[in-house]
């Protein structure tokens, strides 16, 4: 029996052996990987749909999935590529002053999927897809959203890059190995971090505990085997980009981003051009 998004999945699992996209796996942005903030935006982002349309089947007949999906996925391709390409400017620079590098990157990796699987997209969502990418740092870049799916796309990015993307490194783990004796620069290899890292948590919690040094704050960790490792708001994006990494860790990106619920409202009617 046909499927009515057989060509979806087809196209979706030849965009996810990419080299660019593979390559996120591999790239790291303020200690969480990028394939792991991507899947995060397409996760917060079919929240805030479910949220907003009240079901996935309502919101289907009034946004585009399919330029969802595929722009968040490629969103920060050039992440991985500027590095690759040993370009000066940052991912964020791109955005703003050089929008026009990520939107023939994005061109140029829909091509070549269209080419692997036999498909054609439509223009129009071709359009879409890129605008979702050049658009996704809203005020910080040069391009705002001016499309539903964009808009969508923005904030969830906005929302995982505020809550979910710091290292997980709290006070409490590196008292755990200054107890074992471990300097700082030690602890940084240890936790594949920066000393600035080490520094920050330990400042963050000797502030919210009220304590004026790193002994004093050893000394309350063994009496009580626990630290506050900063205010509210630190402490709810450590756990949550915690769990966030663990889930991604398990699962695999790759999979996570195949479960997608969007994915089973697409149909590959509106998506592709008949050949």
């Known amino acids: 029996m046909h499927k009515k998004n057989e060509k979806t999945r087809m196209f979706l699992d030849e965009l996810l052996k990419h080299p660019l996209v593979t390559q996120m796996e591999l790239v790291d942005d303020q200690g969480v990987k990028v394939s792991t903030h991507t899947y995060d935006v ?5 929240n805030e749909i479910t949220r907003d349309f009240g079901s996935m089947r309502r919101a289907s007949t009034k946004i585009d999935f399919f330029a ?5 996925i490629v969103h920060d391709l050039s992440k991985g590529s500027i590095r690759i390409n040993g ?9 703003l002053k050089r929008p026009e590098y990520i939107m023939k990157e994005t061109e140029g990796v829909i091509s070549q999927v269209e080419e692997a699987t036999g498909l054609k997209i439509k223009p129009d969502i071709v359009k879409n897809i890129c605008h979702i990418v050049i658009s996704h740092h809203g005020r910080w870049g040069k391009v705002r959203p001016s ?3 964009a808009s969508i796309v923005h904030k969830a990015d906005v929302y995982s890059a505020k809550y979910h ?3 997980p490194i709290g006070a409490d783990d590196i008292l755990k190995l200054m107890i074992d004796g471990m300097n700082i620069d030690e602890i940084a290899e240890k936790l594949d971090c ?3 890292i080490i520094k920050d948590r330990l400042k963050r919690s000797k502030q919210e505990m009220v304590l004026k040094n790193n002994k004093q704050l050893i000394a309350y960790y063994k009496k009580n085997n ?10 709810q ?5 915690a769990l966030l990494i663990k889930a991604v860790e398990k699962k695999g990106f790759i999979r996570l981003i195949k479960e997608s619920p969007m994915i089973d409202f697409i149909d590959d009617r509106r998506v592709f051009e008949r050949r």
């Open 68 to 72: 969802i999906v595929i722009g968040i």
């Open 42 to 46: 397409l996760d917060v982002t079919g």
């Open 165 to 167: 993307r710091i290292n």
């Open 194 to 196: 920066t000393t600035g």
């Open 226 to 235: 626990r630290i506050a490792i900063g205010d509210d708001f630190f402490t």
């Open 237 to 241: 994006r450590i756990k949550e980009t």
């Open 87 to 95: 370009e000066v400017m940052s991912h964020s620079q791109m955005m």
């Open 147 to 149: 499309t539903r799916e």
